[in-house]
């Protein structure tokens, strides 16, 4: 019985050093393993301006203008402001796509992805700006906002715009659905 007793001391000392080592070292704790955390995105509160100078709409997203010509500030085009909020990709990086989509062919016409963003919390809510020229003629075009995680098979976010038209204007017809719920 005695050294039982002995035993049992001993493992309550080394138990005791052991946690007040990892109390006041708590970076040194060994991980518990822990679910993953819920991931969304969401791309909301998507505003349209059919027909707005490239120039008026650098005022708009508070960007400079510097490096632009006369010509290129006057160009018309369509812009959009969207409310994208990401929660639980903090430190990974995700790409931002726009799409211009005819609704007449439902294929998409203009595309591209201009920018990496890196979530520096759990949750993150941005404005972003986007803009895009307008086409010849009169059409029916929809722009697409998407964010993509890479390693995903497909846009973890999508929001779509409400239709506008070409530089002579708009052919009255139903945009495609290419978001859900937009």
Not at 61 to 79: N, P
Not at 93 to 107: F, H, I, N, S, Y
Not at 123 to 143: A, D, I
Not at 159 to 172: D, N, S
Request: charged share 20%; proline share 8%; hydrophobic share 40%.
């Amino acid at each position: 019985m005695g050294f039982a007793k002995q035993a049992s001391v001993v493992v309550g000392l080394v138990s005791g050093v052991v946690g007040l080592f990892f109390l006041f070292f708590p970076q040194l704790r060994p991980d518990r393993h822990q679910p993953p955390p819920d991931q969304s995105a969401d791309v909301a509160k998507i505003e349209l301006n059919p027909s707005v100078t490239q120039g008026n709409y650098l005022d708009y997203a508070d960007q400079k203008k510097d490096g632009f010509t006369k010509e290129q500030l006057a160009r018309v085009g369509a812009s959009a402001f969207a409310r994208v909020t990401i929660v639980g990709y903090k430190g990974k990086p995700l790409t931002m796509e726009q799409q211009v989509v005819d609704a007449k062919t439902g294929r998409v016409v203009g595309q591209k992805r201009d920018f990496i963003v890196t979530p520096s919390a759990d949750t993150v809510s941005h404005r972003w700006p986007y803009w895009v020229p307008l086409r010849p003629g009169r059409g029916n075009y929809v722009m697409v906002i998407k964010v993509l995680d890479e390693n995903a098979a497909s846009a973890i976010a999508c929001g779509q715009t409400k239709p506008f038209g070409g530089i002579a204007g708009l052919v009255p017809m139903k945009p495609p659905q290419v978001c859900e719920g937009a």
